[in-house]
């Protein structure tokens, strides 16, 4: 019952965006540039794909503290329902399994030390952490060595592809799975933050994987030719993004998403109702009488079971 009052869901058909950016901007028709177009990303950003989902039970990750002024330079990270992660762990640990995972990849300027400290202390020791940073140096690791289940690895993350680039302490998204043994394990939050936009070329390995991911919390760096495909790709795979962050510190041209996994039974739910509602207001249009001259009002009545439809709303998460 918590969850069918706390959650709700907002239809944002990701194909019916009202000002996408020109992916041949700066360039001749025909071209596309695949780096970030930056110029038009705080646009694009500011216009489109807000968050779709309400998730009242999440937890802002990654805070800085008065103290610690220059120690977070990353925009903070949203995580929805950590409680209903750990309760998740201790089951499947009571059950003979492993507890939570967590996977956080960063090759950016950032330090997520606060990420990483924060995500470890509200999932508790039953969240087994694997921080993926191949240009740290060991100042920047040091808050993260003393924490326990916490692993810091010397690789990055790349796209099948770049993998013919040849780039030393880079793995794919298949082959860190594999060289961790990982496979067939859930994955209950990934994070990913680059600042070259290895995003770009990543998401589609992560979202092919045979990985199941429960929440996806990724910074979008641009907005090159391919971010419409991003999201619809993200919906095709059952995400819907609850929370959206601007990057202020870099004008808004970056932006920071959250993103979580429901049951197909949800969007099943969700176009029904769509459906219903777009049925219902249709024939009461039609059964408008006509105006009788050119001053007359129409006045526009409610849906008499607009109560029944919202109460509909308010229905379970269906989290995978």
């Not at 700066?26 to 950003?45: R, T, V």
């Not at 610690?68 to 499947?92: F, G, N």
Request: include cysteine; glycine fraction near 6%; charged fraction near 25%.
């Amino acid at each position: 019952m918590r969850y069918q009052k706390q959650h709700r869901h907002v239809d944002n058909d990701v194909r019916n965006k009202r000002r996408h950016i020109d992916v041949n901007h700066g360039a001749e028709m025909g071209q596309h540039d695949n780096a970030p177009i930056q110029e038009s990303a705080h646009l694009f950003f500011r216009d489109n794909y807000d968050g779709e989902f309400t998730c009242l039970n999440e937890m802002q990750m990654g805070v800085a503290h008065d103290h610690q002024p220059h120690l977070h330079l990353q925009t903070p990270k949203w995580l929805c329902d950590p409680q209903r992660i750990v309760a998740s762990s201790r089951e499947k640990i009571h059950s003979g399994g492993g507890g939570s995972l967590v996977y956080a990849f960063n090759d950016g300027a950032g330090n997520p030390s606060r990420f990483i400290k924060d995500i470890r202390d509200e999932l508790g020791d039953e969240c087994e952490i694997h921080v993926f940073a191949p240009h740290w140096s060991e100042k920047r690791i040091k808050h993260l060595l003393t924490l326990a289940n916490v692993a810091i690895h010397s690789w990055g993350i790349e796209g099948k592809s770049d993998s013919h680039l040849g780039r030393k302490n880079y793995l794919t998204f298949q082959e860190t799975i594999a060289q961790l043994g990982h496979d067939g394990h859930a994955i209950d939050v990934l994070s990913i933050d680059c600042n070259d936009g290895c995003e770009w070329s990543t998401y589609m390995d992560i979202l092919d994987s045979d990985s199941l991911i429960t929440q996806i919390l990724i910074e979008l760096h641009g907005a090159p030719y391919q971010v419409n495909d991003f999201f619809l790709e993200i919906r095709r795979n059952g995400y819907v993004a609850f929370h959206k962050e601007s990057n202020t510190v870099e004008d808004g041209k970056s932006a920071a998403y959250s993103f979580i996994r429901l049951a197909p039974a949800f969007f099943q739910e969700s176009a029904s109702l769509i459906s219903t509602v777009n049925s219902k207001t249709a024939t009461k249009q039609m059964q408008k009488k006509p105006m009788t001259n050119a001053l007359s009002t129409q006045h526009i009545d409610l849906p008499q079971d607009i109560h029944s439809i919202q109460s509909h709303q308010r229905r379970p998460m269906h989290l995978i």
